[in-house]
């Protein structure tokens, strides 16, 4: 990503002991550090995903912005892979769910069962008590389960028969799903898109990549051989930095703007919600700790505007007649939409 010409003018000088800035407890903490562990990570994920690099960066800005990841798109491009690597190769609790249509909410928070012997109801966790969550094919269970993860998304907590329970930190969430035109599916609602902070397409890949995967993946599994390179520890404390990470005023009205055009446009029936600019400005910090940078730019919010928001607006009937999507949408309004100036 081209660094904006101004860029050093959105820097702004934090009190001293920010974590973003200072090194915190020696060498290896800081941006340093998130480089050194984030980079490895990166690593990992492209010993196996060939000729993916971006789609690959921005799993990871999702991972370091506490966020949750859709991965959309047509079968075998991936998906599954690309879910499976980045939770292998963090040595954290995963779990994964393969959503079908009988899949029942209990399956997923898990259940208050009767223990015999102790004459009591014990909690037995679901899959969602786990740092990495990998809900293979979302689409294709009912809304009702589908919704069983709402809360869990959204406030990290699961609340099962009155009793409320805290889930792991980190807490991903990465969903896979085929598109929504395909067989068999339901659409996710609303809500449940809202609570993804990014939504990404695994593209086909080039033909050098292809080859790359035919010579490498021809033969062995390299999923099986893919170690974790970074513990949970490591990731909470990369995300610890992210959070310091700084959002100049003109950075931060500039993603507000870009969110409300989206409330406005004529040919979005349902625009982006506030919890979408907190998830776009949340994405840039992140985005910005992967490039080396304690500071906002303009351009991350723009690199980000489209996987962040896109997901979660409704065209128009009429725009949906015309076949005009909201990526189209979001990506014309990042053209022409002023990019702040960095003194504002
Ligand atoms: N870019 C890529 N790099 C390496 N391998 C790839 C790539 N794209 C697809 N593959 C290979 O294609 C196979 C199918 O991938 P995967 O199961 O992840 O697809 P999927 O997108 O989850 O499909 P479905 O929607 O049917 O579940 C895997 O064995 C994987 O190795
Ligand atoms: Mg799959």
Redesign the pocket.
Known sequence: MAVGTHGESYIETDPPGSPGRQPQGGPGHGLDGLAQVATKIRDAIES?????PGVVRLALTVLLAEGHLLIE??????????AKALARSIDCSVRRVQFTPDLLPSDITGVSAYNQERREFEFKPGPVFAHIVVG??INRASPKTQSALLECMEERQVTVDGTTYSLEQPFMVIA?Q?PVEMEGTYPLPEAQRDRFTARIS?GY?DPT??LE?LD??GQSAPLERLSPVAHANDVRDIINVVRHQHVAPAVKQYAIELVSATRKHPELRLGASPRATLHLVRAARAYAALDDRDYVLPDDIQDLAVPVLAHRLLPTAEAQVERRRPEQVVAELVNRLPVPSPRK
């Open positions: 196996v995903i060939e000729g993916k798109d047509v079968p075998g491009v991936g998906k599954t892979m690309l293979d094919e896979t085929n695994m890949p990549a292809e995967m490498v993946h």
